[in-house]
């Protein structure tokens, strides 16, 4: 399988991302590493293309985001955990609805143009 880069992977970036999220909390590595083991390694995804999708989601009240507590006794610098809000869960139900209805209307004329 190709990987998946560019403008198809931006498109999609957010539903990704909230997708991820609705499992479970998670600070950008960890996303970064969830979204490549769900995509079996066909995403080819950068930890600075997604911390701009984290902030602009963060802006628009989709997901919320705290600093790692100090009570973890990890080295280096401290993390950024990242959560989806009832917001976001909204929009991530929304946004699934999108996907499926685009799914299916490319999947006709795919299908139906061959």
């Known amino acids: 399988m190709e990987k998946i880069t560019g403008d198809l992977l931006r498109g999609h970036l957010d539903l990704m ?8 909390e998670a600070h950008g590595y960890e996303i970064v590493q969830r979204l490549g083991t ?11 293309t997604l911390y701009p999708a984290l ?10 985001a705290r600093w790692e507590s ?8 401290r993390r950024r955990i990242y959560r989806l809000t009832s917001k976001g ?18 999947g006709r004329i795919v299908e139906l143009a061959t």
Do not use: C, H
Request: glycine share 10%.
């Open 55 to 64: 902030y602009r989601l963060e802006e628009a009240g989709m997901i919320k």
């Open 17 to 24: 991302v909230l997708s991820v999220l609705e499992r479970g």
């Open 38 to 48: 769900l995509a079996a390694g066909a995403l080819q995804l950068k930890e600075g």
């Open 70 to 77: 100090g009570a973890n006794e990890r080295r280096g610098p």
């Open 89 to 106: 869960s909204s929009e991530l139900a929304r946004q699934r609805d999108t996907w499926r209805d685009f799914v299916s209307v490319v």
